[in-house]
């Protein structure tokens, strides 16, 4: 195995344990609220503006055209695909490089949907919320995240 092959599943692997397990690398005191409201209250925190986020804002416009050639290609891969088999059955043969062609325009197309995918949906996607009464984006967050605040749940929707 390739060493940066290794590296990338050791990474991956340190990623998955830490947010499995809530390991923080610097630890902030949690907010405080009354014992009462505590199963009436969510955690929020003012979403940060980021590049992926810009980037995964100006894709959505175009993401009906993304899908159309996504999938277009996917139909080109399945009928590469099966042009190759049926030649390897008319001859009666299998010539490993015939599939050499196949192979790598579906590691193309899978490696280019995964990347489409990962800026299209950026991790405050699946977080991000909005408060009645309050304007901005906001995103659900721990209690013991810098800048959390504690807001009524019922006021916040997704």
Known sequence: MKPIMLLAILALTAIVITASFGLQIDSTAPLQIPESMLSHALYVCPAESTVWTQIANSMHSIIRYLTIAFFFCVMLVAFFWGWELYQSLVA???????????????????????????????????????????????????????????????????
């Open 92 to 158: 009666d043969t299998f010539k490993r490089e015939q599939f050499s062609k196949p192979w790598k325009f579906t590691k193309v197309l899978f490696w280019a949907g995964v990347i489409v995918l990962l800026l299209l949906f950026t991790p405050n996607h699946y977080k991000t919320v909005h408060i009645e009464g309050a304007s901005g984006d906001w995103v659900l967050c721990e209690d013991n995240t810098p800048g959390v605040q504690a807001v009524r749940s019922d006021l916040v929707h997704h």
